[in-house]
């Protein structure tokens, strides 16, 4: 293709090629600090291309392909190219990744030990990662959370995170506007911003951490906190893992361990604040 | 019509494992993972390696459970034991 | 360098001959085979083919990954093909198991990594409509509500509309013959189903001969050479096998091809397998055909990103796999009839 870039993120090594500059530009400036090996084959690739020839120029609009896609997915205008390549390598980790079982989920570590939430979107796992890993927590990633089938313990995937309406002004207002992307208004998925994560996050990003707690967090309520049996937790696993099934015996013995071992709550919160603090009573009382 | 018999899948075949409320149960000849409650586990580990219609069953789960005399224990193990064939736990004999 | 540059798509296609070592490829060049590799739907293909091989440590890594990713794969297509036997056995309707599951369920070479899409199965025409209610009632309903689509499965192609399975969420082509019926060719449907071989599996396949026919009929005489690389290492992979234990082998492929009408097909697959992939040929097998080019060009039109490079070549092969299905009125009625409803 006429453009392309690489980019690690954890295990994952990306190639995405582009028939524009633009996105491929805007892809190095978010992830120039990330490690970086270009000898190194890729796991996975991103195409960004125009469905048309003509339509590199006129109305430029962008369809994510590479390894896998999705038959009817929207084309993006050149504008949210950056938003294009995002999707374009989530989707391919999301369908093509067979090494750990992978779950819909954010985490943060400390002390080597890994606090693991998934959620629906909306749910406010994104921000109340992004929020804890600019306190005393390494952000592991805010999309993604890898498990590893063999020792059970997670792995980063600490992408840029993807911060949303609200979250942005939020997220914002706490950090160095240099480690801010540009923001992409009006996406079909609302105002979207990206954030770089800190230096320790991305030095770190191979360290694995044990699982020390599951969280289920929902954003809006009166603050709540409901302890979930390892039944439901197993089956919310399985839904929030996009490959689970495909992993066949191994996803089933690193999720039934998974639950077993780490302590798992529902947790409902009317702000970030409240969410934080009811993070960190459970994150004690787990000790 | 004669209650039909089943066969439980090879105790090889399957990885039971509790979770609480539920059991879960992973098919290594499917792959496919069964999340089922209770009489579901018992029953297949009261077939064992013998072909079984719900009479049989029966008789055997009341050795060790107390149906108090309820005389619609029959059609629910039948009622079951084809849930567990749809699933390919069991298969007809 | 100083050579031209070799690209991702013939270097993949001599990776699988063993025209080439893996260890001499640049590490920058696994980019582009493993692009076409998974394009075709061959990634484990070639993972398996380079087991053992000299590897760069991120490469051996995908590969070990794709090969136990695609051994659960395989597991869970066959066990379609165990609860379509439970459906359909308590009714006495015998069934063949036909491509990738058969390939898998014989144990056959072609089968390591294969991706196993729907479940295909041939079964005579006289079964056809009770082995339909079987499925029915064993969990399996239509993909199809679309009243033309139905009527035009059920007048002229070789297959039920498609079923899938609605806990499984598996498909199911349930076939009576290889070829759709409208075909300029007709294969010999009961000779296929009544000269089946019992697999390792204890599952019905096509004996050799009629196998290698099918794969043949499949890529190149019903296909538009979509996933041809694929079907054409399949070929290549049990005609070289099926040759090597029974001598025999080739003679009985041109009578059963003569039978089926599809000597044409199963000659150009074996000289585009010998082209591609190496296939030794016996005396006979091995001559030249001009159109050959274009079908060389087809199946290695992919760039280092495993895009179709040709999309004129590519739409020509899908018309002409339409034309070859359907007579021209027919098909101008088809087109028609999919064309208004838009």
């Known amino acids: 293709m006429r453009h392309s870039t690489r980019i690690a993120v954890g295990p994952v090594q990306f190639r995405i090629g582009s028939d524009w500059p633009e996105p491929i530009t805007a892809l190095e400036q978010l992830y120039a600090s990330y490690p970086k090996d270009d000898a190194r084959s890729a796991d996975a690739t991103v195409r960004l291309l125009a469905a048309r020839p003509w339509r590199r120029w006129v109305r430029p609009s962008v369809h994510i392909g590479g390894d896998f896609v999705v038959p009817d997915a929207l084309p993006l205008p050149l504008s949210m190219g950056l938003l294009a390549a995002e999707m374009g390598m989530n989707l391919q980790v999301a369908l093509g990744w067979r090494r750990h079982m992978l779950l819909h989920a954010s985490a943060v570590a400390r002390d080597g030990r890994a606090l693991i939430m998934s959620g629906e979107s909306g749910s406010g796992k994104s921000t109340l990662a992004a929020l804890l890993g600019e306190g005393d927590w390494r952000l592991m990633g805010d999309e993604f959370t890898l498990i590893e089938p063999e020792g059970g313990n997670a792995l980063a995937f600490p992408r840029a995170v993807s911060l949303k309406n609200e979250a942005i002004a939020e997220v914002a207002a706490r950090v160095d506007a240099a480690r801010l992307g540009p923001l992409i208004a009006s996406t079909p998925k609302g105002d979207i911003r990206h954030l770089i994560p800190r230096a320790d996050a991305i030095a770190d990003m191979h360290e694995p951490a044990r699982p020390a707690l599951l969280l289920f967090p929902r954003f809006g309520g009166n603050a709540a906190i409901e302890p979930m049996g390892e039944g439901e937790t197993f089956v919310r696993l399985t839904e929030a893992s996009t490959n689970y099934v495909a992993l066949g015996e191994v996803g089933f013995a690193a999720l039934t361990r998974l639950v077993r071992e780490t302590p798992a709550f529902g947790v409902s919160y009317p702000d970030s604040a409240t969410g934080i603090a009811l993070v960190e009573q459970l994150w004690a009382e787990t000790k | 019509m004669p209650e039909p018999t089943y066969r439980a899948a090879p105790p090889d075949a399957l990885r039971v494992e509790p979770l609480g409320e539920l059991t879960a149960i992973f098919d290594r000849r499917s792959m496919q993972t069964h999340l089922v409650v209770s009489p579901m586990p018992e029953i297949l580990e009261a077939m064992g390696a013998d072909d079984c219609d719900a009479v049989t069953l029966a008789e055997r789960l009341a050795q060790h459970f107390d149906f108090d005399g309820a005389d619609d224990v029959q059609p629910i193990l039948a009622e079951r034991l084809s849930e567990l064939a749809a699933m390919g736990l069991v298969a007809r004999a | ?342």
């Open chain 3, 1 to 342: 360098m100083g050579r031209d540059k070799v690209s991702a798509v013939q270097t993949f296609v001599d990776l699988l001959a063993g025209r080439r070592e893996a260890a001499a490829l640049a590490p920058r060049e696994w980019d582009g085979v493993i692009g076409v590799a998974r394009s075709e739907a061959m990634l484990a293909t070639l993972a398996h083919k380079l087991d053992g091989a000299d590897l760069p440590p991120t490469v051996a890594a995908l590969f070990a990954d794709q090969r136990a990713a695609a051994a659960v794969a395989q597991r869970q297509a066959l066990w379609e093909a165990e609860m379509a036997h439970r459906a359909l056995a308590p009714l006495g309707i015998e069934f063949v198991l036909l491509k990738g599951a058969a390939y898998a369920a014989a144990g056959m070479a072609c089968a390591a990594g294969r991706q196993i899409g729907d479940l295909d199965i041939l079964v005579l025409a006289a079964d056809i409509r009770r082995a339909e209610n079987a499925l029915l009632n064993a969990g399996w309903e239509w993909v199809k509500s679309d009243p033309y689509d139905d009527f035009y499965y059920r007048e002229h192609m070789h297959e039920l509309p498609p079923m899938i399975h609605k806990s499984r969420d598996r498909m199911i082509d349930v076939h009576h013959t290889i070829l759709p019926r409208t075909h300029r060719i007709t294969p010999d449907a009961l000779a296929l189903v009544s000269d089946a071989v019992a697999s390792a599996d204890g599952f019905a396949v096509l004996n050799p001969a009629d196998m290698a026919c099918h794969c043949a009929a499949h890529m190149l005489a019903d296909g538009d050479l979509q996933g041809g690389l694929r079907n054409l290492w399949d070929f290549h992979l049990m005609t070289r096998d099926f040759s090597a234990t029974d001598p025999g082998f080739w003679q009985q492929l041109d009578a059963r091809a003569r039978l089926h009408g599809l000597q044409d097909a199963v000659q150009r697959a074996a000289r585009l397998a010998r082209d591609l992939y190496g296939a030794a040929l016996p005396a006979g097998w091995s001559g030249h055909d001009p159109a050959d080019r274009w079908f060389r060009q087809r199946l290695l039109a992919r760039d280092d990103w495993g895009r179709v490079t040709q999309p004129l070549l590519e739409q020509a092969f899908y018309i002409r796999s339409h034309w070859l299905r359907m007579p021209p009125a027919m098909l101008a009625q088809h087109l028609w009839t999919k064309w208004r409803r838009r």
